[in-house]
């Protein structure tokens, strides 16, 4: 990751609770290129191989994201997937998945990026508030869209 910059470098955490197990929540987040068909705001995945591929996102600011990620780590046993990330966004997102107290799952995401699309760069001081509620936005579309993929038929 290139040298961080406080205005254009972002941590993220959320926690989503799932009702379906660690397992079955894993099998369907790492496959990537299925995301789409749930994620509202992932616009299109394009493997370029095994272990990569690029992502467009758009949440509700009217600007996409195109990123290339690249399998860092992919442990079912422990519930960790991990990308690292370059293009609009440099850095890491990473999934911890463990069993959720009364079943289900709690899935933790875990973010750290540099914001690398250079206007986002020239407005991430006045509009850090406005990234960061985007992100959520963007986060909680994904939740729900996850859970509902997951509910028992």
């Known amino acids: 990751m290139p040298p961080r910059h406080a205005w254009s470098h972002y941590r993220f955490h959320c926690v989503w609770n799932l009702p379906a197990p660690p397992a079955a929540v894993f099998a369907v987040l790492e496959r990537a290129e299925e995301y789409p068909g749930w994620w509202p705001q992932v616009r299109s995945v394009t493997p370029l191989d095994e272990t990569s591929g690029t ?83 963007m986060m909680r579309g994904g939740r729900r869209g996850l859970a509902a993929l997951l509910q028992p038929v």
């Open 55 to 137: 992502a467009v996102f758009r949440s509700f600011l009217p600007y996409e994201l195109m990123v290339t990620a690249r399998e860092r780590r992919r442990d079912p046993a422990a519930g960790v997937l991990e990308i690292g990330m370059s293009g609009d966004l440099e850095g890491w997102a990473r999934w911890t998945l463990r069993p959720a107290p009364g079943g289900g799952t709690r899935a933790d995401y875990d973010q750290e990026v540099e914001v690398r699309r250079p206007l986002m760069r020239r407005l991430a001081l006045p509009a850090r508030p406005v990234f960061r509620a985007n992100h959520a936005w």
